[in-house]
T-cell receptor
Framework: DQQVKQNSPSLSVQEGRISILNCDYT??????FLWYKKYPAEGPTFLIS?????DKNEDGRFTVFLNKSAKHLSLHIVPSQPGDSAVYFC?????????FGTGTRLTIIP | EPEVTQTPSHQVTQMGQEVILRCVPI?????FYWYRQILGQKVEFLVS????????KSEIFDDQFSVERPDGSNFTLKIRSTKLEDSAMYFC????????????FGPGTRLTVT
């Protein structure tokens, strides 16, 4: 039952360039999609969200895009900074709970 | 900035023993959750709790698990008879409003069952 999938377990990006993290989902009933960031020994931290009725949401260096027909969302970080190195989880909200993907480890190379 | 806290950070227990994982949610939050992450796997929902009742639970949350809000600040997850496969990181989360995607997570308790 893989309702939310992140197919790239890791990604390395040069500092200053754009980081693009991808996520696919199978359930059309999700209400919101979110990205969480996680550092070692810490819990997931909410980063940005998008309603299922929108196709783009921007917050500073972070932009989330939602393509409902493809059941795909992506997170763009630009410019990437060393502090962005972390594990990023895609999550979907519906039926009063969050469903997470497996995460993508982003490494920003100075 | 208010935050969710969890104790202990690491718990080692023998198979068959009972464990209680503790959480202090953000003080004005009324909705509480437990999630777990087995090493190398995704974060999975266990249970949601409001007004001293379980609101939603997953298939993982069987009779071996229970939750409680014993006082005005703590929220606990009890595993009655631990199994090896219960070894995981357990995250507590809380939210201010119901059915909110804005859930704030604690740092987690790493449970190791030997």
């Amino acid at each position: 039952d893989q309702q939310v999938k992140q197919n790239s377990p890791s990604l390395s990006v040069q500092e200053g360039r754009i980081s693009i993290l991808n996520c696919d989902y199978t359930n059309s009933m999700f209400d919101y999609f979110l990205w969480y960031k996680k550092y070692p020994a810490e819990g997931p931290t909410f980063l940005i969200s998008i309603s299922s009725i929108k196709d783009k949401n921007e917050d500073g260096r972070f932009t989330v895009f939602l393509n409902k027909s493809a059941k795909h969302l992506s997170l763009h970080i630009v410019p990437s900074q060393p502090g962005d190195s972390a594990v990023y989880f895609c999550a979907a909200f519906g039926n009063e709970k969050l469903t997470f993907g497996t995460g993508t480890r982003l490494t920003i190379i100075p | 900035e208010p935050e969710v806290t969890q104790t202990p950070s690491h718990q080692v227990t023998q198979m068959g023993q009972e464990v209680i994982l503790r959480c202090v949610p953000i003080s004005n939050h009324l909705y509480f959750y437990w999630y777990r992450q087995i090493l190398g796997q995704k974060v999975e929902f266990l249970v949601s709790f409001y007004n001293n009742e379980i609101s939603e639970k997953s298939e993982i949350f069987d009779d071996q698990f229970s939750v409680e809000r014993p006082d005005g600040s703590n929220f606990t997850l009890k595993i009655r008879s631990t199994k090896l496969e219960d070894s995981a990181m357990y995250f507590c989360a809380s939210s201010e409003v119901w059915s909110s995607y804005e859930q704030y997570f604690g740092p987690g308790t790493r449970l190791t069952v030997t």
